[in-house]
RNA sequence: CCAGAGGUGGCGGAGUGGCCAAUCGCAGCAGACUGUAAAUCUGCCGGGUUUUCCCUGCGGAGGUUCGAAUCCUCCCCUCUGGA
């Protein structure tokens, strides 16, 4: 079977129905991916996330390295039979944390120099000067790779292009992420173009790691014990950069692309752009993952440009916070707000749910109140099932040209 | 009735002569969150519509002092032992 199928183009925009086949199972695209870092997704039991229709979720290497490290998930028979998930699984690479992690010792210097000075603009250009600097949690980056401080116990781990690799063979998700680079915003075009150039250098070494491994393996389309490759495209902000970093990642012998970097601090107009920007160069037959971003209005958006997978932190961890998705009352509820303290309405009765069936919005807010660790699972539950509920629109619009 | 401890903002609880409209926590209110160091973080939180400004204010009433939540006197109330 074809790991990627092209199943209808739309008449209208790039917008495409097709079907990702991996080893754990297949995904109708476009489909939403939530998050499910450390190997859980957090406050619900796989049976849960199996009722909520879930097709596909993320798994981080770099978090899963920390803890509980690749040999014990390896000899654990894969994360997909240690976590008992039994479906279709997309690890990602490490590259993120060289962004997330550096950005925490960023954050607090942004602070001092806020005290420090008024002037915006200055501001914003030491944002970008402080870039690489040495920081905590993230060592070193260099050609080579990147270092990083363990957060679980400070030792130092090493992200090469072959480690995170061999990391996520041995954690075993279907879809493996390229290690990349991803930049600040804002960043300089200087170090943005050498950040790209970096992560096309580290592709490089991922495909020809990969090709090594499958000597003598036989493994038709995928390289490796049926793990398929995407290739990461970076480049910032900067137009000219995204198209060139598009049509090498697409030249490149990878079985997915993905496009990275975005949602790291820019506008959503320019995220827009910026994916738009690169919309004619991704592959036809390739599936085409967008890293990161998942809000409705971006989804609904950039599914035009022929994006297939989304993944997202946010139903997630804005359900954990206490907010709802809703296709009503202007896209989210918060319900730790004292007004539905008595309300006995349902969560969200467009929703229909099992949450939402069952539960008030009284009661929610009364467990969120509480800090009852329930109140995280059904917010969760129903803000996946809200996001399942609103591809399956998608995919139904896109089969009719309404996309 | 005797002895001891104590009464501080919605609650808990610091402060024990000026830097106190009063630390801090909780609750409340508002905001943020897009490849998860996130069940987290930020701001407000006596009143006056912003304020480096004014008012009220640390059980009550007096008093000492340039100045009191903080010291003194009396009163009211609570708690813990004893009768």
Redesign the pocket.
């Known amino acids: 079977m074809a790991f990627f199928k092209k199943k209808y183009q739309s008449k209208k925009s790039r917008a495409r129905l097709g079907e990702i086949n991996t080893a754990h199972g297949q995904v109708k695209t476009p489909a939403f991916v939530?998050?499910?870092?450390?190997g859980t997704?957090?406050?619900l039991t796989p049976k849960q996330i199996k009722e909520i229709g879930v097709q596909l979720s993320?798994?981080?290497t770099?978090?899963l390295v920390v803890s509980p490290g690749v040999d014990v998930i390896e000899k654990a028979g894969g994360i997909h039979k240690m976590a008992d998930f039994n479906w279709p699984l997309m690890s990602?690479?490490?590259?993120?944390?060289?962004?997330?992690?550096a950005?925490?010792?960023f954050k607090s210097q942004i602070t001092n120099i806020k005290k420090n000075l008024n002037n915006k603009n200055q501001d914003n250009q030491r944002r970008a000067d402080i870039r690489g600097e040495e920081s905590?949690?993230v060592k070193k980056i260099s050609e080579d790779g990147v270092k990083f401080r363990s957060?679980y116990d400070g030792r130092l781990i090493e992200f090469t292009p072959e480690k995170s690799m061999e990391y996520q063979m041995k954690i075993g998700a279907d879809l493996n992420?390229?290690?990349?680079?991803?930049?600040y915003y804002p960043a300089t075009y200087e170090y943005t173009e050498k950040a790209m150039e970096r992560t096309h250098n580290w592709l490089v070494r991922c495909v020809n790691y990969k090709r090594a491994q499958a000597i003598g393996k036989k493994q038709g389309y995928s390289f490796f014990n049926k793990q398929y490759l995407y290739g990461?495209i970076?480049g910032g902000t900067y137009t000219d950069l995204r198209k060139k970093s598009a049509e090498f990642v697409a030249s490149q012998p990878v079985d997915g692309v993905?496009i990275?970097?975005?949602?790291?601090?820019e506008?959503?107009k320019e995220?827009r752009k910026q994916v738009g920007a690169v919309a004619g160069l991704l592959p036809d037959d390739r599936p085409v993952h967008l890293?990161?971003?998942?809000?409705f209005?971006?989804i609904i958006d950039l599914v035009k440009c022929g994006i297939d997978t989304?993944?997202?932190?946010?139903?997630?961890?804005?359900a954990?916070?206490?907010?709802l998705l809703s296709f009503s009352d202007s896209n989210?509820i918060?319900i730790?707000?004292?007004?539905y303290?008595n309300n006995l309405e349902v969560v969200d009765k467009s929703c229909g749910c099992w949450v939402c069936q069952t539960f008030t919005k009284a009661y929610l807010h009364h467990l969120?109140?509480q800090?009852?660790?329930l109140?995280?699972t059904l917010a969760?539950y129903h803000n996946l099932s809200v996001m399942e509920k609103f591809m399956g629109h998608i995919r139904e619009m896109i089969g009719k040209d309404l996309i």
């Open positions: 939530p998050v499910a870092t450390k997704l957090k406050t993320f798994v981080n770099y978090h990602d690479s490490g590259g993120f944390q060289v962004f997330s992690l950005r925490q010792n905590p949690l957060l992420m390229a290690f990349d680079e991803c930049t990461i970076q993905a990275g970097g975005v949602s790291v601090g506008t959503k995220m890293l990161g971003v998942g809000q209005d971006d989304f993944d997202c932190v946010e139903p997630t961890r804005l954990r916070m206490g907010i989210k918060d730790n707000k004292g007004i303290k969120f109140k800090k009852e660790i109140g995280y969760t």
